[in-house]
């Protein structure tokens, strides 16, 4: 009968879902941040996957010097116009970074076991999403975690027969430090969300089930410049 019951639960259950998002970034320069796609307060932190997982950030590869800006299972495909609503929940200036060798830092929200770390950083100075070409940032605080996978706190049979036969992480609900250094004379030609100067930077972890994370916009402190008359027109690549 308990058997009978969680093959009907799989029936009425999606088995695709997103695990580890961005949840708030800052340069060392001030201003702050938020991954793309993310929706802020509406998304609880504990609950049932489906309602946890809808702004998570998944991309298409395990290697991050992948083009794309991944895609939310609330919003679909994430593109550069996505840090207008961004900017909205976390505020006017971007994160600022100093052009001198900065940082960047925050916090990174692990929704369910597989989206844990290691993650990795690489920067895109285009603004584009052509992260393939990007520079790879040295991790100065890591995210807890092996092979994208963290393991779960102790859990109801009924719970762990539904991940046995579903291969659905857990709910974790959890906040981390995350920590990165850019290199000093790093510059940034993006255009987005009336922004000038801005670059992307890709943060996720290798899960194979994923991989999970986010895109973030930056700026080099002191380059800023929203009413530019010369604008980069951003090519949106696909996830």
């Known amino acids: 009968m308990y058997t009978n019951a969680l093959l009907l639960a799989l029936a009425a259950s999606p088995l695709v879902a997103a695990h580890g998002k961005i949840a708030v970034v800052s340069g060392d320069a001030g ?39 991944g895609k939310t299972n609330g919003n679909g495909k994430n593109t ?96 981390y430090p995350m920590a990165f250094s850019v290199p000093a004379g790093t510059t940034c030609q993006g255009s987005m969300a009336g922004q000038e100067n801005v670059c992307l930077v890709k943060i996720a972890n290798s899960n194979n089930a994923g991989p999970f994370g986010g895109v973030i916009a930056i700026q080099m402190a002191g380059a800023s410049a929203s009413n530019s008359t010369t604008k980069r027109e951003a090519k949106n690549f696909s996830a």
């Open 31 to 69: 201003g702050n941040g938020t991954g793309i796609g993310i929706m802020g307060g509406v998304v609880p932190g504990p609950g049932k996957n489906k309602v946890t997982e809808v702004d998570t950030t998944v991309f298409g590869k395990t290697d991050i010097q992948t083009d794309g800006l």
């Open 80 to 175: 550069v116009a996505m840090v207008k609503m961004a900017m909205a929940q976390s505020g006017d200036t971007l994160p600022q970074v100093s052009s001198t060798g900065g940082s960047i830092s925050g916090t990174y929200h692990i929704v369910t076991t597989d989206g844990a770390g290691p993650i990795k950083a690489v920067l895109d100075p285009t603004g584009t999403g052509a992260f393939s070409t990007g520079t790879m940032l040295d991790v100065t605080t890591q995210v807890p975690g092996k092979g994208g996978n963290i393991k779960p706190s102790k859990r109801s049979l009924w719970t762990r027969g539904m991940d046995m036969i579903m291969k659905r992480a857990s709910n974790v609900n959890e906040d």
